[in-house]
């Protein structure tokens, strides 16, 4: 069951899944109706789920649980994460690499793979005040947080 982003509480679940390039615009609306479509629907054990899901900055698939409705089961989980697969198939896109990194300069959002972001830091164009997105993140308390300085993020080690 869809729910608005108000609507979830602090401790709701979240999944960041994230591109390793920009999601083209005109694929931006059927991949949004997909998302949607897929939250409304979303259950756990013929519950359905307080859900939320959206794209963000045309890069990032972001999926929310409140679970103080009916709690996300492994099941439910591994639905998202088929479902997760499905937009890469469709869509064309890489969505689990975890070793490619998103972060600001200026207002633009780049992401490089793991190596490439050691040397922007040893070059200089990046540094420890530079605002990465932590896709590691579990809870809305923590959203607020998605982004945040290198020097503040567990992607520093890779510097």
């Not at 679970?67 to 064309?92: M, Q």
């Not at 040893?122 to 005040?129: H, L, R």
């Not at 923590?142 to 567990?154: A, M």
């Amino acid at each position: 069951m869809k729910v608005d982003f108000d609507q979830l509480g602090k401790e709701t679940r979240i999944w960041i899944y994230q591109s390793n390039q920009e999601i083209s615009p005109d694929l931006i609306d059927a991949i949004q109706a997909d998302v949607e479509a897929f939250v409304n629907g979303w259950s756990a054990h013929q519950q359905p789920l307080a859900a939320f899901g959206s794209v963000f900055h045309r890069r990032f698939i972001v999926l929310m649980v409140d679970e103080t409705f009916t709690k996300a089961s492994g099941c439910s989980i591994d639905t998202s994460v088929a479902f997760i697969r499905k937009l890469e198939e469709d869509y064309d896109l890489i969505l689990f690499d975890r070793m490619t990194f998103s972060y600001l300069l200026g207002n633009i959002i780049h992401t490089v793979p793991k190596d490439q972001f050691a040397k922007l830091y040893a070059d200089g164009v990046i540094n420890e005040d530079t605002l990465v997105f932590d896709n590691l993140i579990k809870t809305k308390s923590e959203w607020e947080n998605w982004k945040k300085p290198l020097g503040e993020s567990w992607l520093k080690r890779f510097v």
